[in-house]
């Protein structure tokens, strides 16, 4: 019952977090105390929180490094972008529906990516995991820059050549290569994300607290040992990256709709490492760190822009503080360790020297 208690106050105080913190960012900006320019990341902030958060399901939970995460965000990105188009053309203008709808549809169909994705992936491990994931991540980058889809009256419209190629009467071009998808209703609104954050929070802590969410981390403390007991390990690893490639989808709807114009260059490899990193900071397996981690290394180059000639140095100098601080304590036990060593080898070395000494006397 005391375990049961710790863990409900540990997830009571993370949705606290997120509600307090969205209450004093309305209050400030009521007050007219942030700028523009930080109002304008308000919602990557919730989607970047989103995708931290998520990771950190395969990463810190599952104990899988994954560095294509950014090839579901876009997947996401690009199915919500059609879905609000085409309703949008059917005539639906209410933006809440709009969003809901296309943040469904992005989870929905990242998911299933995710799902196809993980069958033949989640057999492998370690570094092999790595580059497979990388590999499927760019790969789906590259699909994206040949895809031109359109709407008009008759339907959707695809090809993989050029926009001329569609076939359209007076419709509209959705996605249009490597220019991407142009045109977009930038229906994302903070309170939609910090909403999206707080799914995506109970979505993750819920199944981590669930019997699945055991078997899971049962899987990444000891793979052996969990395949004895009966545990399918491919199973579970593989539950766990489609959850996390859903709400990868559901989040880049979200910061996709925030902008009119986004393209696959955007949803690189250097995209995913930026995500791992917030997860890394954060701490592994840490939701709350995550959240924290995602928030303030958005928001950090925004704020040191005053100095702009030398912010991404500043940056650079707070990503190494937050890895080594934590870590003194380790550093220090280490540190004692090899000195406690190195003293027990010059003790035992100068043992033979005094006996040698002694002898000679005698």
Do not use: W
Request: proline share 2%; with cysteine; glycine share 10%.
């Amino acid at each position: 019952m005391k375990k049961l208690s710790k863990t409900l106050r540990s997830t009571l105080s993370t949705y606290a977090l997120i509600i307090i913190a969205f209450i004093v960012v309305q209050v400030l900006m009521g007050a007219d105390l942030i700028s523009n320019s930080l109002q304008g990341q308000l919602v990557p902030i919730c989607a970047y929180v989103c995708l931290a958060v998520s990771l950190n399901l395969v990463v810190g939970i599952s104990g899988e490094l994954s560095l294509g995460h950014a090839g579901f965000m876009s997947v996401g990105a690009f199915t919500g972008v059609i879905v609000a188009a085409c309703l949008a053309r059917a005539g639906v203008e209410a933006e809440l529906v709009l969003f809901v709808v296309s943040a469904v549809a992005g989870a929905l169909v990242a998911g299933i990516v995710g799902l196809l994705v993980g069958i033949p992936v989640m057999r492998l491990r370690g570094d092999y995991l790595a580059i497979v994931t990388l590999a499927f991540g760019e790969i789906i980058k590259n699909l994206l820059n040949n895809f031109y889809i359109g709407v008009d009256n008759a339907g959707l419209h695809f090809s993989m050549q050029n926009s001329s190629s569609l076939g359209m009467e007076q419709g509209t071009i959705i996605v249009n290569g490597p220019q991407g998808a142009v045109g977009i209703d930038k229906i994302s609104t903070f309170v939609g994300g910090v909403v999206l954050v707080l799914i995506t929070v109970a979505v993750v802590l819920n199944l981590m607290h669930s019997r699945s969410g055991r078997a899971i981390m049962a899987v990444r403390d000891n793979r052996i040992a969990a395949e004895s007991v009966g545990i399918n390990v491919t199973k579970y690893r593989l539950m766990a990256f489609a959850v996390a490639s859903a709400l990868a989808g559901a989040a880049g709807v979200l910061y996709a709709m925030n902008y009119s114009t986004i393209i696959p260059s955007q949803f690189d490899f250097n995209t995913s490492i930026l995500i791992l990193v917030y997860v890394v900071l954060g701490g592994m397996g840490n939701i709350r760190g995550s959240i924290i981690a995602a928030a303030f290394l958005t928001v950090l180059p925004e704020l040191l822009r005053a100095i702009n000639d030398y912010r991404m140095l500043i940056y650079a100098v707070v990503l190494i503080l937050v890895m080594v601080v934590p870590n003194l304590k380790t550093y220090q036990r280490l540190v004692d360790m090899v000195r406690v060593r190195i003293l027990k080898r010059d003790a035992a070395e100068q043992a033979p020297a005094a006996a040698e000494g002694g002898e000679g006397h005698e």
